[in-house]
């Protein structure tokens, strides 16, 4: 996980800052319905693991120091920064031509409603619980 985990004491919770993968699509929306689904229903998953923390996906947020996955589909990588890539680079890269399907997937009403609840907090800039 490409993520440093911001910790402070006396029982205020953590806080994972994502790394910024300048080379991934974004896919922030997505990544953030499975995080929700799993700490509201939590009992479909292994309690064994990590423990599901909030994660800060923001531009401020530093790069990783990993390199790029080889050989993923084109849709998988951000656009732009293909186009930057050198010649040499996007022999060695070896993405995939092969079509990915990109799929639609339903989530439980309860996190459609705090989605709705943080994008209303997000657009008057206030700050927002990620457990309202």
């Not at 402070?8 to 300048?22: D, F, H, T, W």
């Not at 079509?99 to 927002?128: A, G």
Request: aromatic fraction near 10%.
């Amino acid at each position: 996980m490409s993520s440093e985990e911001s910790s402070l004491e006396n029982g205020v919770e953590n806080i994972l800052r994502v790394k910024q993968m300048e080379w991934r699509r974004n896919i922030d929306h997505e990544l953030e319905i499975i995080d929700r689904e799993r700490i509201i229903d939590s009992d479909i998953f292994s309690a064994q693991g990590s423990k599901p923390l909030p994660r800060k996906r923001a531009t401020d947020n530093p790069p990783t120091s990993r390199n790029p996955v080889d050989a993923l589909p084109l849709a998988l990588y951000d656009s732009a920064w293909l186009l930057r890539l050198t010649e040499r680079q996007s022999e060695i890269l070896q993405a995939s031509k092969v079509t990915f399907p990109w799929k639609k997937f339903n989530c439980s009403p309860r996190i459609l409603h705090w989605m709705r609840y943080r994008d209303l907090f997000v657009q008057n800039n206030y700050n927002y619980n990620y457990y309202p």
